[in-house]
């Protein structure tokens, strides 16, 4: 009997964030600690998931270069992967995770006893989107994807008080079950067609027959794209997105909706690009479609909001779009670099919604926000940087990473669709510079604001960060080229 | 050397912003004094400029290899006037600024930002860096706009740059289409104008690429039909703002569609002659009507530049030595009368909190000097020969009568009507009697004042007595670019439309 050789080192960074979770409720139920306590454990642990994909980052790359095998990177029976691609795509969210923590720590010190439950969740809705970048199985991707969106789905109903949090998280819930259902029911397909699970398998399936009659696989494909559209709340799939970020806790919001959308896209990068890659003549034109309604509509519809995370919400389906042009241009490399930046700017824009209205609150009309840049200037300056970021202008890291999609997509012979993305750029514009109008350009008086120190620290990392990869992307630039799937 | 150039203005604003909030009054003497540097370094480089074809002072640092982006500055003699222009309009510009008490400090940041992007995108020779300039400079105008302008600023401020934005957007992918049009042809992508002048466009190809650029720049020229965000902006615009975006930010689309569109679209150039001239024409006659019947004196030198720049549009596709040079030259002059007229209409709102031409009338006999310049400018601005307007129009005039006559010709009418408009309003304005009684006791302008609209007068007597000290350095460049275009397209042009069919150089003489 042969014993299935077992490579520990490819999940031990989700181990790390397993493990964190279950020691801060053992630490809690024992000790019943201070806050910072628990923050010190979720900080170990992240530093241990951290430091392992950054030995499985040089095996990765090592492997790449020849000096180790390939198929080392094929681990757990072919379920997970250690590849450039997963790995890049574990990095991001464990720094995600470690800003989001850091940017939401005002509400979960607020929360009581049940801070620990809190940093669980979003310790286990971590693990469970690492795995899903770096699943090889189609059945690995949907565990993964389910163990994180629940985690997601009971963090968006954390603070019961607030009834609006009750009603977005079960609206995420009722709507996030379905799209996992659809997801899963399409995975099946795909296994009636090519008696495949593995996205590896898949593709080899594609390049040796050519199936004459496709209909199962089609449908298979168009199911998990559904599945998937919705997780990154990409038009028509976006119902749920402005409720959910205008009802979730808004310190928790950015962290969540980060999260979700780095993990969607690596698992579409990947299932589309990698397996079925072969098949693009079929999804290509889908994909394109979603991705020129995504950015029109998310940003017209942006346009006209009246409360500011309902505005991120729909600028969030636009940039959902954005993002998608780099699949339809078939190069993973501007699809992570996108989803990296543009998860650091989202978690910092809710910092600052978060100090602006309230960790806990629900609303946050655009109003709040007049008069801002004279009443906080630091804060109206770090969110100005992030906005115009997350806009894509000049000098920022989100348009170097429009650039490098826009690109991709053209030289994959979309060129109506770059043509669509940079007019819906200039919407795009229109959006964001309305808050930019409410802080600076009005004149209105209010108390000056008490931002708490984390939150702080988020707006200028981020903000930090969306200038230096704007101004020098080569080291964020080559580190997303090189980390390629297999 | 051309990297300071950029970074000067960028450290005396992180300068500025270092010095407390509290320290208001130290903020604009502070930024007038840096931003004396970045001119220092611009009159050097223009005194070192020699006046011949290519780019000088050039440098060239890979910026991100695998997409072929690089860090190519370099300065010929289209870009070295308003290199210089902008270096000396933005101190004047901080100078005339002293009525603004809100957020002063944010003010000079915000100027000398727009000041290192305005440098950035003539000193570019890297298309992607020159987008990025092109559009960064939105940022600082919007805010410059938006938060110092008078009350329909907001409305006025994104009207600019939505406008903008969007001929922009289809630029970028305009660039992108020839980047990768340079890795199908030469095998790598690039994004240097000097890689992408080589290549091979089939024509469709070429005129959808010139229809996108020529859009981004009508746009920020304006011309007309385009040209509707102008009016509001200059309304709105505080002083400053309005003088930096008369003075080299409307240039901007006059200095792209000679440097860009020429030189990467030459056949398409010359195929959308009559369609720019047409417009240009249209935007000279429309402008100047317009202008006559402006109630409000700002949108009446808003108006004037529509006019004017429909000389530089004319001028650029033109294609004769003379007209080219007059265009070049014409950007130089209007950025420095316009400038100027925007100054003494800002300083006559300090004066009195209104633009509106019925309010004065009269007020000549107290404020004498102040007339004298504006009228000096209004002169300029109309093209009075010896001054430095006559100079720039009489070359386009003459240059573009040899290959466009009728068009020129209409467009001469464009003179006449600036002395219309110009003249008239000098006359409503300065002379008469003085009825309302505000206006009987204004204050001439202060020492500093005219210490700001020196230099400018100064510059409009010498550039319209000895034109030669831009020519001289203007001409070679543009005559490159003429046969750059006449290379490519094989674009005839009538004698005498060059330069060398009018003088006989020394060598050939001896």
């Given at each position: 009997m042969i014993t299935p050789e077992i490579s520990w080192l490819a999940i031990l960074p989700e181990l790390g964030l397993a493990l964190g979770a279950a020691a801060v409720l053992l630490v809690e139920v024992q000790w019943k600690p201070r806050a910072q306590v628990l923050g010190m454990v979720v900080a170990g642990a992240l530093t241990i998931a951290l430091a392992f994909t950054v030995v499985q980052w040089i095996r990765a790359q090592d492997a790449v270069a020849?000096?180790?095998?390939?198929?080392?990177?094929?681990?757990f029976s072919r379920m997970i992967l250690m590849d450039g691609f997963a790995v890049f795509g574990r990095f991001a969210l464990l720094v995600t995770t470690a800003i989001g923590i850091t940017a939401g720590w005002r509400l979960i010190e607020g929360l009581g006893r049940r801070r620990a439950e809190a940093l669980a969740l979003i310790l286990l809705a971590s693990a469970g989107f690492s795995i899903m970048v770096s699943a090889n199985n189609l059945v690995m991707v949907f565990l993964g994807l389910e163990v994180g969106s629940i985690a997601l789905y009971v963090l968006a109903g954390?603070?019961?008080?607030?009834s609006t949090s009750d009603e977005a998280a079960l609206k995420y819930f009722l709507l996030g079950s379905f799209a996992s259902a659809i997801f899963i029911y399409g995975v099946a397909l795909i296994y009636a067609g090519t008696?495949?699970?593995?996205i590896l398998a898949i593709r080899s399936f594609f390049s040796a027959f050519i199936v004459t009659s496709p209909g199962v696989i089609l449908i298979g494909i168009a199911l998990m794209i559904v599945g998937l559209g919705f997780k990154v709340s990409a038009a028509p799939f976006h119902a749920w997105a402005p409720d959910v970020y205008q009802g979730a806790p808004a310190g928790f919001v950015g962290y969540m909706a980060a999260v979700a959308k780095i993990a969607g896209f690596a698992a579409i990068a990947r299932i589309l690009?990698?397996?079925l890659g072969d098949l693009e003549v079929n999804w290509l034109p889908v994909v394109a479609g979603i991705s020129a309604l995504s950015m029109v509509g998310g940003s017209l519809l942006a346009l006209v909001q009246a409360d500011i995370r309902r505005m991120l919400a729909y600028s969030s389906v636009a940039t959902a779009g954005f993002v998608m042009t780099g699949v339809v241009g078939g190069a993973t490399s501007g699809v992570l670099f996108y989803v990296a930046v543009y998860a650091l700017q989202l978690v910092g824009s809710f910092a600052v919604v978060a100090a602006v209205s309230g960790p806990a609150n629900s609303a946050s009309s655009m109003?709040?926000?007049?008069?801002l840049a004279t009443r906080s200037p630091g804060l109206a300056a770090g969110f100005t940087i992030l906005l115009l970021g997350m806009a894509g202008?000049?000098?920022?890291?989100g348009f170097v990473a429009k650039f490098g999609v826009f690109s991709d997509a053209w030289s994959a012979g979309y060129q109506w669709l770059v043509i669509v993305a940079v007019l819906a750029s200039v919407l795009a514009f229109a959006v964001y510079l309305r808050v930019v109008v409410n802080m600076y350009m009005s004149d209105a008086e209010g108390p000056t604001l008490e931002v708490p120190d984390t939150a702080r620290w988020v707006l200028m990392i981020a903000a930090a960060a969306t200038i230096i990869w704007g101004i020098l992307p080569g080291s964020l630039l080559d580190l997303a080229s090189s980390a390629f799937p297999l | 050397m051309l990297t300071w150039l950029i970074l000067l203005p960028v450290l005396a604003a992180i300068i500025v912003s270092l010095?407390?909030?509290?320290?208001?009054?130290?903020h604009l003497s502070l930024g007038i004094a840096l931003a004396v540097l970045p001119l220092a370094l611009a009159g050097y480089v223009f005194w070192a400029f020699?006046?011949?074809s290519g780019y000088q002072f050039i440098e060239d640092v890979t910026w991100y290899a695998p997409w072929g982006i690089g860090w190519t500055l370099g300065i010929d003699g289209i870009s070295l006037p308003m290199v210089v222009l902008t270096t000396l309009l933005v101190p004047i510009a901080l100078g005339a600024s002293?009525?603004?008490?809100?957020r002063r400090k944010e003010f000079v940041v915000y100027t000398l930002l727009l000041e290192a992007g305005m440098i950035g995108v003539f000193l570019a020779l890297d298309l992607f860096i020159f987008f990025v300039f092109f559009e960064a400079i939105l940022i600082p105008m919007y805010f410059i706009i938006g938060i110092w302008?008078?009350?329909?600023r907001v409305y006025a401020a994104v009207k600019f740059f939505i406008y903008t934005a969007f001929g922009s957007a289809l630029m970028l992918a305009g660039i992108i289409a020839l980047a990768f049009t340079h890795a199908e042809q030469f095998g790598s992508l690039s994004f240097a104008l000097s890689d992408l002048m080589r290549l091979d466009l089939p024509i469709g190809a070429e005129r959808w690429l010139f229809a996108a650029f020529a859009l981004a720049f009508a746009i920020k020229v304006p011309l007309f039909p385009v040209h509707t965000w102008l009016p509001d902006a200059h309304t709105e615009a505080p002083t400053a703002g309005s003088v930096l975006l008369a003075g080299v930010l409307l240039k901007l689309g006059t200095y792209g569609l000679l440097r860009f569109n020429l030189s990467l679209f030459p056949e398409a150039s010359v195929d959308a002659v009559w369609i720019m001239g047409i417009l240009a024409v249209v935007g000279i006659v429309y402008g100047a009507v317009v202008a006559i019947v402006q109630p409000d004196l700002k949108r009446l030198v808003a108006y004037s530049s529509v006019s004017h720049l429909g000389f530089i549009v004319l001028g650029t596709f033109a294609f004769t030595s003379g007209a080219m040079q007059g265009a070049v030259i014409q950007n130089v002059n209007h950025g420095i009368t316009t400038g100027a007229l925007f100054l003494l209409v800002g300083m006559l709102y300090e004066r009195r909190h209104t633009k509106l031409i019925?309010?004065?009338?009269?007020i000549q006999k107290s404020m004498p000097v102040f007339a004298g310049f504006f009228l000096f400018m209004a002169f300029a601005s109309i093209g009075l020969?010896?001054?430095?307007g006559f100079v720039g129009e009489f070359l386009v005039l003459i240059g573009a009568y040899a290959t466009l006559p009728v068009l020129a010709v209409i467009a001469a009418s464009g003179v006449v009507l600036a002395a219309i408009y110009l003249l008239w309003a000098y006359e409503r304005v300065?002379?008469?009697?003085?009825?309302?009684?505000?206006?009987?006791n204004l204050a001439d302008l202060s020492t500093r004042e005219v210490a700001l609209l020196a230099p400018l007068a100064a510059l409009v007597l010498v550039i319209g007595l000895y034109p030669n000290v831009l020519l001289d350095k203007i001409a070679p460049s543009a005559e490159a670019v003429l046969d750059h275009v006449v290379e490519a397209s094989g674009l005839v042009i009538p004698e005498?439309?060059?330069?060398a069919d009018v003088f006989v150089t020394d060598g050939e003489g001896e």
């Amino acid at each position: 009997m042969i014993t299935p050789e077992i490579s520990w080192l490819a999940i031990l960074p989700e181990l790390g964030l397993a493990l964190g979770a279950a020691a801060v409720l053992l630490v809690e139920v024992q000790w019943k600690p201070r806050a910072q306590v628990l923050g010190m454990v979720v900080a170990g642990a992240l530093t241990i998931a951290l430091a392992f994909t950054v030995v499985q980052w040089i095996r990765a790359q090592d492997a790449v270069a020849g000096a180790g095998q390939l198929g080392d990177l094929v681990a757990f029976s072919r379920m997970i992967l250690m590849d450039g691609f997963a790995v890049f795509g574990r990095f991001a969210l464990l720094v995600t995770t470690a800003i989001g923590i850091t940017a939401g720590w005002r509400l979960i010190e607020g929360l009581g006893r049940r801070r620990a439950e809190a940093l669980a969740l979003i310790l286990l809705a971590s693990a469970g989107f690492s795995i899903m970048v770096s699943a090889n199985n189609l059945v690995m991707v949907f565990l993964g994807l389910e163990v994180g969106s629940i985690a997601l789905y009971v963090l968006a109903g954390m603070t019961r008080s607030s009834s609006t949090s009750d009603e977005a998280a079960l609206k995420y819930f009722l709507l996030g079950s379905f799209a996992s259902a659809i997801f899963i029911y399409g995975v099946a397909l795909i296994y009636a067609g090519t008696g495949q699970f593995e996205i590896l398998a898949i593709r080899s399936f594609f390049s040796a027959f050519i199936v004459t009659s496709p209909g199962v696989i089609l449908i298979g494909i168009a199911l998990m794209i559904v599945g998937l559209g919705f997780k990154v709340s990409a038009a028509p799939f976006h119902a749920w997105a402005p409720d959910v970020y205008q009802g979730a806790p808004a310190g928790f919001v950015g962290y969540m909706a980060a999260v979700a959308k780095i993990a969607g896209f690596a698992a579409i990068a990947r299932i589309l690009i990698t397996g079925l890659g072969d098949l693009e003549v079929n999804w290509l034109p889908v994909v394109a479609g979603i991705s020129a309604l995504s950015m029109v509509g998310g940003s017209l519809l942006a346009l006209v909001q009246a409360d500011i995370r309902r505005m991120l919400a729909y600028s969030s389906v636009a940039t959902a779009g954005f993002v998608m042009t780099g699949v339809v241009g078939g190069a993973t490399s501007g699809v992570l670099f996108y989803v990296a930046v543009y998860a650091l700017q989202l978690v910092g824009s809710f910092a600052v919604v978060a100090a602006v209205s309230g960790p806990a609150n629900s609303a946050s009309s655009m109003d709040e926000y007049q008069g801002l840049a004279t009443r906080s200037p630091g804060l109206a300056a770090g969110f100005t940087i992030l906005l115009l970021g997350m806009a894509g202008l000049p000098l920022t890291s989100g348009f170097v990473a429009k650039f490098g999609v826009f690109s991709d997509a053209w030289s994959a012979g979309y060129q109506w669709l770059v043509i669509v993305a940079v007019l819906a750029s200039v919407l795009a514009f229109a959006v964001y510079l309305r808050v930019v109008v409410n802080m600076y350009m009005s004149d209105a008086e209010g108390p000056t604001l008490e931002v708490p120190d984390t939150a702080r620290w988020v707006l200028m990392i981020a903000a930090a960060a969306t200038i230096i990869w704007g101004i020098l992307p080569g080291s964020l630039l080559d580190l997303a080229s090189s980390a390629f799937p297999l | 050397m051309l990297t300071w150039l950029i970074l000067l203005p960028v450290l005396a604003a992180i300068i500025v912003s270092l010095v407390p909030s509290r320290r208001s009054e130290l903020h604009l003497s502070l930024g007038i004094a840096l931003a004396v540097l970045p001119l220092a370094l611009a009159g050097y480089v223009f005194w070192a400029f020699e006046p011949v074809s290519g780019y000088q002072f050039i440098e060239d640092v890979t910026w991100y290899a695998p997409w072929g982006i690089g860090w190519t500055l370099g300065i010929d003699g289209i870009s070295l006037p308003m290199v210089v222009l902008t270096t000396l309009l933005v101190p004047i510009a901080l100078g005339a600024s002293t009525s603004i008490e809100k957020r002063r400090k944010e003010f000079v940041v915000y100027t000398l930002l727009l000041e290192a992007g305005m440098i950035g995108v003539f000193l570019a020779l890297d298309l992607f860096i020159f987008f990025v300039f092109f559009e960064a400079i939105l940022i600082p105008m919007y805010f410059i706009i938006g938060i110092w302008g008078s009350d329909r600023r907001v409305y006025a401020a994104v009207k600019f740059f939505i406008y903008t934005a969007f001929g922009s957007a289809l630029m970028l992918a305009g660039i992108i289409a020839l980047a990768f049009t340079h890795a199908e042809q030469f095998g790598s992508l690039s994004f240097a104008l000097s890689d992408l002048m080589r290549l091979d466009l089939p024509i469709g190809a070429e005129r959808w690429l010139f229809a996108a650029f020529a859009l981004a720049f009508a746009i920020k020229v304006p011309l007309f039909p385009v040209h509707t965000w102008l009016p509001d902006a200059h309304t709105e615009a505080p002083t400053a703002g309005s003088v930096l975006l008369a003075g080299v930010l409307l240039k901007l689309g006059t200095y792209g569609l000679l440097r860009f569109n020429l030189s990467l679209f030459p056949e398409a150039s010359v195929d959308a002659v009559w369609i720019m001239g047409i417009l240009a024409v249209v935007g000279i006659v429309y402008g100047a009507v317009v202008a006559i019947v402006q109630p409000d004196l700002k949108r009446l030198v808003a108006y004037s530049s529509v006019s004017h720049l429909g000389f530089i549009v004319l001028g650029t596709f033109a294609f004769t030595s003379g007209a080219m040079q007059g265009a070049v030259i014409q950007n130089v002059n209007h950025g420095i009368t316009t400038g100027a007229l925007f100054l003494l209409v800002g300083m006559l709102y300090e004066r009195r909190h209104t633009k509106l031409i019925s309010e004065f009338g009269g007020i000549q006999k107290s404020m004498p000097v102040f007339a004298g310049f504006f009228l000096f400018m209004a002169f300029a601005s109309i093209g009075l020969p010896g001054l430095n307007g006559f100079v720039g129009e009489f070359l386009v005039l003459i240059g573009a009568y040899a290959t466009l006559p009728v068009l020129a010709v209409i467009a001469a009418s464009g003179v006449v009507l600036a002395a219309i408009y110009l003249l008239w309003a000098y006359e409503r304005v300065f002379t008469g009697v003085p009825e309302k009684p505000e206006n009987q006791n204004l204050a001439d302008l202060s020492t500093r004042e005219v210490a700001l609209l020196a230099p400018l007068a100064a510059l409009v007597l010498v550039i319209g007595l000895y034109p030669n000290v831009l020519l001289d350095k203007i001409a070679p460049s543009a005559e490159a670019v003429l046969d750059h275009v006449v290379e490519a397209s094989g674009l005839v042009i009538p004698e005498p439309g060059r330069l060398a069919d009018v003088f006989v150089t020394d060598g050939e003489g001896e």
